[in-house]
């Protein structure tokens, strides 16, 4: 009922930047929690940011400063601006979002990931 579709993974030196879309379509009346999410190699997957329908964030400390989440609630959309990258960055990043859809059903959705590769 809810798609997520990421783009603007890549290969990127360390100390160079990308910025990762995800925008989400479907049957959505309202999306409240929108996030981005980690996964390395032989690693859990882990919490980068997330950003409320409010616009209140909450990073990681290793991102901390150096990654910046924002969303455009008109376009279902959020973004994941990343700086100053490191090797350590590297893994494949997803994207999720809490959202209500027209049915008034509530449900966690996940995108299907896109790769971050620092390396030089």
């Known amino acids: 009922q809810v798609q997520l579709v990421e783009s603007g993974g890549g290969l990127v030196q360390p100390g160079g930047s990308l910025r990762l879309s995800c925008a989400a379509s479907g049957s959505i009346r309202t999306i409240n929690r929108m996030g981005w999410y980690r996964q390395a190699p032989g690693e859990q997957r882990e919490l980068v940011a997330d950003i409320t329908s409010s616009g209140s964030t909450n990073y990681a400390g290793s991102v901390k400063g150096r990654f910046t989440i924002s969303r455009d609630n008109a376009k279902n959309t959020v973004y994941l601006q990343m700086n100053s990258l490191k090797p350590e960055d590297t893994a494949v990043y997803y994207c999720?979002?809490?959202?209500?859809?027209?049915?008034?059903?509530?449900?966690?959705?996940w995108g299907q990931g896109t790769q971050v590769t620092v390396s030089s």
């Open positions: 999720d979002a809490v959202a209500v859809t027209t049915d008034w059903m509530t449900g966690n959705y």
